[in-house]
């Protein structure tokens, strides 16, 4: 019961549809022909429900001596029974200077085929009846290999059999393990049950040369009475649903309501959030503004202090330059002076040097000119009297001692080297040297 209320809103639209499931399955033929070249056309004509797959032309006369091949066909000759063109298809065109043994012996199509396989009475799984329909499209070929499989191994009216009780077979197996309320979920290709369905054909006809490209379940038919009891439940389930909307619009009302309210509580929470975050917010950027401030102050007052120290270091510094250039300055004034006081007593030592050395020199020469007169005049005294001579010697020798203790007086002649011997000889007299002197100086 829940199942079938469960389908109801699936297959109300269905039960409205104008069902157009064939009468019957579809004819697969063999035909015969006479002329070959009517192939085309009759593969192209419509049918009904027969669908000819394999040509027969007829037998060409004796006296023929050629036959047209159309193009469009698979097309199979035989040269007394025996395959004539055994690598594959005959070549579509005239053929000429051809015996009459030499036919056209089968023409299969190269379209790909619908076939309708409509089914009575296939039970669901809930043991519901239904009809349905399956619409597959194949073809035969194209290689000349498959083709020929076709028309030695299987032949279109085995095919038709095969084909009909497989189609059948598959379809019941597939509607019965499917429960009434997916049934529709069937129709079309895309179910993957249908799917496998096309797999098995395909792989159960490949062998023979036969290729299967679409399968479809086309239409799924209940009866009358089911149809009728279907529709009353889909319209209590169409009453159910207005009434589940209509309380669920009563929901929603109630819920919009709450969450209204909810809404505004929610704000309120938030904007008093909002409020406390502000002030800390606030509060946050007052102290850092602060230690900005005292940061900025303090930076301030650092920077003072490294121009005081700066200024004061600079000023100790020019001090020290002030104090060096005046030590300096004093240093080579005290130089200066040392210096000129030194040159000074050098040159008034060299002078009163140079004033006693020319005192001296002129000291000697009058010594020596004294002496030179006295020897003068102790010779003319000598020569005029003998008895002079002790007395001029000594006169001579008093003379010496006074040139001597003069010299002797300046304490401040240094007599040395060839200068003074030669002084010390010009005054004194050899023999006054021999002989042991003393002077006493005072």
Known sequence: ANNLIFSTSKLLYKTKIVFTMHAKKTQLEQQNIGDPLDATRVFNEEHGDRIPLVLVPGARVCCSCYYHIPSGVNTIVHVCGDDGFPDGMAPPGIQMCKPWYNHVAYMVTQQSCTYNAPVKSCPTKDNVMVDCELTLVFAIGPDPVDVKNFVYNLGALKFNEFLAAECEEAIR????????????ELRGSSSQHVQN?????????????VTFSKAAITDVVLNDELRRILQGTTEFRTKIRELDKEHEHNMKLITYDYQQKLSEKERLYDRRLQDIEADINVALVNRKKEIVNAESRREVATTKQEELA????????????????????????????????????????????????????QLIKVAENKALALKTEAKAEGDAAESLKVIREHNLEMAKLEVQESIARRAKIVISGDQGDSLINSILDKELLTNNISLNYK
């Open 197 to 209: 369905v096309l797999k098995v054909l395909d792989d159960k006809f490949k062998e023979f040369g």
């Open 310 to 361: 700066a200024v004061s270091k600079k000023r100790a510094e020019s001090e020290l330059n002030v104090a060096q250039a005046k030590a300096e300055q004093e240093n080579a004034k005290l130089l200066a002076i040392a210096t000129s006081n030194a040159e000074s007593a050098k040159i008034k030592v060299d002078k009163e040097t140079e004033v006693a050395i020319f005192e001296s020199q």
């Open 173 to 184: 197996q597939l509607i019965r393990v499917t429960p009434l309320s997916d049934v529709y």
